[in-house]
């Protein structure tokens, strides 16, 4: 019996051990579960296609051009001052006006110069009465002394009066213009045709003659000049290119809008030492207007043209540590970064010297999501995506089942004398877990045992006393 209840403890040690095993390994297989999801989940979310659109790079022949920051300056400038003094008795300019050559834009009070005039015109008329009676005089004078009548003396007398009355009547016709232009000085016109900026001095206030005020300032701005410079290293090139001919030029703003296009029409005589640039200065005819004076534009000087040149969008090349780079789409619709060397284009695209083919796909937007490798999907302009090939989407892993705990080897068989043992209740086995049984009372060494009945308790052994 002591060899019954035993083996009764290890069959219920191994049942316990065996419960313990299963649920490890079913907490297991559920971590493994997550994992694997995880992991699908991330590699899900590294090769999704990032969406972009595209620009195919051309073959095309274009201009040669030499970019620079222009500065629009007038054709002519004229900062109006008077020649005269007095009072401005009328403004007939306003700010912003345009002006032609020869219009009218202030009156200084005129009575004083006008009575200048008037006593001018009084001396030279006295000084020629007198003139014409010491010519008179002379004549006679010539015929007396013929007849002996009068001495060689007297006859010089009246000729030097005569002279005398020539240079004074000559000196008063001289202040006759002067007094006449000191009038016209008092009407100021515009000398040059343009467009008048603010009036500074206003009707009303005294003015002297070459005044330090400036009464308006006059632009000429049709046609209308650009100044400019480029490296040194051009100049060579721009010196064979003029001569063979005029050189144009393009003036954009800073959005890219073509302003207006022009001549080159001077060369700065010397180098900037400081900056090793020279000045360039070109001609606009500026019909619209759209040239500015103290305006910076963006001009592009065209020396040649250049044969099967690769050409592509502006906003297709970014900038980074090492230069200029652009995103090229290979036939996977996966991308490469590729470094570039480009030049100026026109319509807002740019000439690409190096890296590039023609016929490449190059990301035009949607660069900011991408590095090299990434997965794309182009957008078509008709709201479409091209179709991407598809990746083989990971497996999801399988719930595996608890793996059965193996097989334990079981203790020594109860004999067939023994009873079945019953479950153990659990709050029996809550009470007193490690407690043993008491050792049965056996009444006789050769009794047979008796089966125990239904519902007896599993720590006691059969033919044990309920």
């Given at each position: 019996m002591i060899q019954s209840a035993s083996s009764t403890?290890?069959?219920?040690?191994?049942?316990?051990?065996?419960?313990?095993?299963?649920a490890v390994a079913l907490f297991a297989a559920l971590l493994a579960v997550g994992a694997c999801g995880r992991d699908d989940d991330k590699g899900g979310k590294g090769k999704r296609p990032v969406p972009v659109a595209v620009a195919e790079a051309q073959s095309m022949n274009v201009p040669v051009l030499v970019a620079?920051?222009?500065?629009?300056?007038?054709?002519?400038?004229?900062?109006?001052?008077?020649?005269?003094?007095g009072t401005i008795a009328r403004?007939?300019?306003?700010?912003?006006?345009?002006?032609?050559?020869?219009?009218?834009?202030?009156?200084?009070?005129?009575?004083?110069?006008?009575?200048?005039?008037?006593?001018?015109?009084?001396?030279?008329?006295?000084?020629?009465?007198?003139?014409?009676?010491?010519?008179?005089?002379?004549r006679r004078f010539q015929a007396l002394f013929e007849q002996g009548a009068v001495s060689r003396e007297q006859l010089e007398q009246v000729q030097a009066n005569a002279i005398g009355l020539r240079a004074s009547l000559a000196l008063d016709r001289a202040q006759v213009q002067q007094a006449r232009l000191q009038l016209g000085y008092a009407s100021i016109t515009s000398p040059i045709a343009g467009r008048a900026g603010h009036v500074l001095v206003q009707e009303g206030n005294v003015v002297k003659a070459n005044d330090d005020r400036v009464l308006v300032v006059i632009n000429q701005v049709e046609p209308i000049f650009v100044s400019f410079s480029v490296p040194e290293g051009h100049l060579a090139e721009i010196q064979r290119q003029s001569r063979l001919g005029l050189l144009r030029v393009e003036t954009r703003s800073a959005e890219g809008e073509v302003l207006d296009a022009g001549e080159l029409s001077s060369i700065d005589n010397a180098v900037d030492r400081a900056t090793g640039t020279i000045r360039l200065k070109a001609t606009f005819a500026n019909k619209e207007r759209k040239l500015w004076p103290g305006q910076f534009v963006r001009a592009?000087?065209?020396?040649?043209?250049?044969?099967?040149?690769v050409v592509v969008p502006a906003q297709a090349?970014?900038?980074?540590?090492?230069?200029?780079?652009?995103?090229?789409?290979?036939?996977?619709?996966?991308?490469?970064?590729?470094?570039?060397?480009?030049?100026?284009?026109?319509?807002?695209?740019?000439?690409?010297?190096?890296g590039l083919a023609p016929g490449e796909k190059v990301v035009v937007d949607g660069q900011s999501m991408l590095v090299p490798g990434s997965l794309v999907e182009i957008k078509t302009p008709g709201g479409k995506d091209e179709a991407q090939p598809k990746a083989p989407a990971a497996k999801p892993a399988e719930a595996q089942p608890?793996?059965?705990?193996?097989?334990?080897?079981?203790?020594?068989?109860?004999s067939a004398m023994q009873a079945p043992l019953a479950p153990v209740p659990a709050a029996q086995a809550k009470a007193a877990?490690?407690?043993?049984?008491?050792?049965?009372?056996?009444?006789?060494?050769?009794?047979?045992?008796?089966?125990?009945?239904?519902?007896?308790?599993?720590?006691?052994?059969?033919?044990?006393?309920?």
């Open positions: 403890r290890l069959i219920r040690t191994v049942r316990r051990l065996a419960a313990v095993a299963g620079a920051i222009g500065n629009v300056e007038a054709y002519a400038s004229v900062a109006v001052k008077p020649q005269v003094g403004q007939l300019v306003r700010d912003g006006q345009d002006v032609a050559k020869g219009t009218a834009l202030f009156t200084i009070d005129q009575r004083t110069y006008q009575a200048s005039v008037q006593e001018a015109l009084a001396r030279l008329q006295k000084d020629e009465a007198q003139s014409k009676k010491s010519e008179d005089d002379l592009h000087l065209r020396l040649a043209e250049r044969e099967n040149a090349v970014q900038t980074g540590v090492s230069g200029p780079f652009v995103f090229v789409v290979k036939a996977d619709l996966t991308v490469d970064m590729r470094s570039v060397g480009v030049l100026p284009g026109p319509d807002q695209s740019v000439v690409v010297e190096r608890p793996t059965a705990p193996a097989k334990q080897e079981q203790g020594p068989q109860p877990p490690n407690k043993a049984a008491p050792p049965p009372k056996a009444s006789s060494a050769s009794a047979p045992a008796e089966k125990a009945p239904a519902g007896a308790n599993a720590d006691q052994p059969a033919g044990s006393a309920p």
